[in-house]
């Protein structure tokens, strides 16, 4: 994809909290959305109606592959490979670049207008599923995916994280899923990481993780350099190589 090139973007929901009422009113039924209530972002080349659906069905006929029947039922099992396989599919479906993913009402309208089902079925009326702008489901999902798909290595990693572990990168309040942070987060870990054969990769990138986190807590984020974090980082893994050996 040609950042410079590609000028997709999808329309954008102004009030999700409205709309979010209206969901839990009609048991968060799908509807199909009108032609002529999708507002546009702003700037770009928005899709059509047509490729809406076209993306509502690939991601309910990956639903159907693990349990999804209609509203009333639920993701129980196998939810982390669920949720990888979507962030690969919604990642390569909506096919837009980074600076647009960024306008984050795109996924709101996504969550509320294309898949509320879906998302009911994997989360229940977890509100923020369908509204937080770190938390929400499509959102979140193309992120990651996003983050991790730099090759086949750091894809790979991806795959042996929990939704827990990945949370611990994403979520929390004091790395607020910052990219650049996560980006460098997975470049510190793959460094210092290479020659490390005695450790589950995963659980040490946990509880480095969550040191790191916990460290943070103490500083402000933006008043430390590259360099500075990235000490911070190392001192981290180093802790947390020690505890688990």
């Given amino acids: 994809m040609e950042e410079e090139?590609?000028?997709?973007?999808?329309?954008?929901?102004?009030?999700?909290?409205?709309?979010?009422?209206?969901?839990?009113?009609?048991?968060?039924?799908?509807?199909?959305?009108?032609?002529?209530?999708?507002?546009?972002?702003?700037m770009?080349?928005?899709?059509?109606?047509?490729?809406?659906?076209?993306?509502?069905?690939?991601?309910?006929e990956l639903a159907v592959k693990y349990g999804?029947?209609?509203?009333?039922?639920?993701?129980?099992?196998?939810?982390?490979?669920?949720?990888?396989?979507?962030?690969?599919?919604?990642?390569?479906?909506?096919?837009?670049?980074?600076?647009?993913?960024?306008?984050?009402?795109?996924?709101?309208?996504?969550?509320?207008?294309?898949?509320?089902?879906?998302?009911?079925?994997?989360?229940?009326?977890i509100k923020e599923r369908f509204t937080s702008l770190r938390r929400n489901f499509s959102g979140t999902q193309w992120w990651r995916y996003y983050l991790f798909a730099g090759n086949q290595e750091e894809e790979n990693f991806y795959k042996k994280l929990t939704e827990s572990d990945i949370s611990e990168l994403f979520e929390r309040p004091n790395t607020r899923g910052y990219e650049d942070n996560s980006k460098n987060i997975l470049i510190w870990f793959k460094a210092l990481n290479k020659d490390n054969v005695d450790i589950n990769s995963r659980d040490l990138f946990r509880a480095t993780i969550k040191k790191y986190n916990s460290e943070l807590a103490y500083r402000n984020y933006f008043s430390l350099g590259y360099d500075a974090r990235e000490s911070l980082f190392k001192d981290c893994y180093n802790e947390a190589s020690y505890e688990l050996r």
């Fill in 5 to 42: 090139l590609n000028m997709r973007v999808f329309p954008v929901i102004e009030d999700s909290d409205f709309e979010y009422a209206k969901l839990v009113e009609n048991h968060f039924a799908f509807e199909i959305p009108k032609e002529n209530q999708l507002v546009p972002p702003g």
């Fill in 68 to 125: 999804f029947r209609d509203i009333d039922t639920k993701l129980t099992k196998n939810k982390n490979d669920f949720d990888r396989e979507f962030s690969i599919l919604i990642y390569n479906e909506m096919n837009i670049t980074a600076s647009v993913a960024a306008t984050i009402q795109s996924f709101l309208f996504i969550n509320l207008k294309v898949i509320p089902d879906i998302i009911y079925w994997r989360w229940g009326d």
């Fill in 44 to 60: 770009g080349e928005m899709v059509d109606h047509s490729e809406l659906m076209e993306l509502r069905n690939k991601i309910v």
